[in-house]
């Protein structure tokens, strides 16, 4: 179920009328509304810039409100929204109708599922490495284990056998490498997890037999200084529909014109059944400024930014 929110809509109550709004649960204490209060929320771990850059905004123009984001596994947060542990969830999927029929509709509701972005699946290699366009073909078949060298690829390259590296066993990016790359095939060999996608990116700036998969987010604000200082540690690999095509990157423009093919939407899932802060931020990260966020930071923004332009006369 998709919802847009208006800013407007979720100023529930003004300064002047806060205590009168105030809405208290079983033991007493004040809950959060959609601009005040306190929450935990968890966030797939291939949004963390983007979304700690967000929160920071969020939480300087609603000086009562404080959000404290838990940087995790896509497969973690799904976990813990179904287990009610945490009530919003920023991640690249949205809820089955399996996973609401068992968990939610039972309870009586179903959660806002937002989408807020769209990002890319990108693939990662050492600045040694001088290949760095591949099919959609060949792409396939490194994450399905047909192609396992570097050389199945170039006979002339001087690397050896391709080590493929994801960020976290649970994560979105390794499902969406299965699912819609692999086309559910498990994963090979030599693929190893890691931890987090700045581990991903340490690992294959030291290794030259690494091909890296992370979130595109680490890697699009080319205006931050720590996205400059990854980006001189790796090459970003091309991706071409067929071959002999000219092969794109995960860039902004590339992903809207659907030239890059590993595209993927960004959702926020919102499981306060009331209307709480869940909501609020729903709201902000939907809204124009919240989408400006996203499209300053590289990402695709779900709803187009607007411009205004007055023309004198």
Known sequence: MFRNYSISGILIC???????????GKDGKVL???TTGSIRIMVDDGYQPIIASAIDVFDSIYRRASMEAIYTSEGEAIDAIIRDSIQVIIVARQLTGEELDKYFRPRGFVPHMTPIAYDGVAFIVHPGNKDTVFTMEQMQAIITGKISSWKMLNPKS?????????????SGTV??????????????????????????????????????IIGVNWISDTDDKGVQAFRRQIKLVDIAKAAGAVGYGPYQAYLSTGRYPYKRTVYIINAQARK????????????DPGQRIFHKDGLLPAQAPTRVIQIKR
């Open 32 to 34: 959060d509304t959609p």
């Open 175 to 212: 499902r969406y490498a299965k699912d819609s790359i692999g086309g559910g095939a498990p994963l090979p060999a030599n693929a190893t997890a890691l931890k987090t996608n700045a581990e991903v990116i340490a690992y294959v700036s030291k290794n030259k037999n690494a091909l890296g």
């Open 276 to 287: 709480g802060l869940g909501l609020g931020f729903a709201a902000f990260l939907a809204s």
């Open 158 to 170: 001087p690397l050896s056998d391709i080590v493929l590296v994801f960020d976290n066993p649970l």
């Open 14 to 24: 003004s300064a002047l009328f806060a205590g009168a709004c105030q809405q208290r």
